[in-house]
């Protein structure tokens, strides 16, 4: 089973607009100031304490690798042509 969250669908929602080059949309300005504001501490994405009696330790490796992968290829495609080499 499968649990996405906002931050996974908001992820991918700002990686689809860019690779359709819907960059001028409004929604995709809103992903990413969702995006940023929803950035944990230690530098990873997402909210899956709830799973933790669940999966105890590998609630890391199962869901907030992902996530942050995920949204990690996001901002790379969002930002790909401001910082081009």
């Not at 899956?48 to 590998?58: H, K, N, T």
């Amino acid at each position: 089973m499968v649990i996405l969250g906002k931050h996974e669908l908001a992820a991918e929602l700002v990686s689809c607009l860019c690779l359709l080059k819907m960059t001028a949309e409004p929604v995709l300005k809103q992903g990413l100031s969702a995006i940023f504001s929803w950035q944990n501490p230690e530098g990873s994405f997402g909210d899956y304490e709830r799973l933790r009696p669940i999966y105890e330790g590998y609630i890391k490796e199962g869901f907030y690798l992902h996530t942050t992968s995920v949204t990690l290829k996001a901002l790379a495609l969002a930002f790909q042509d401001v910082y081009a080499l």
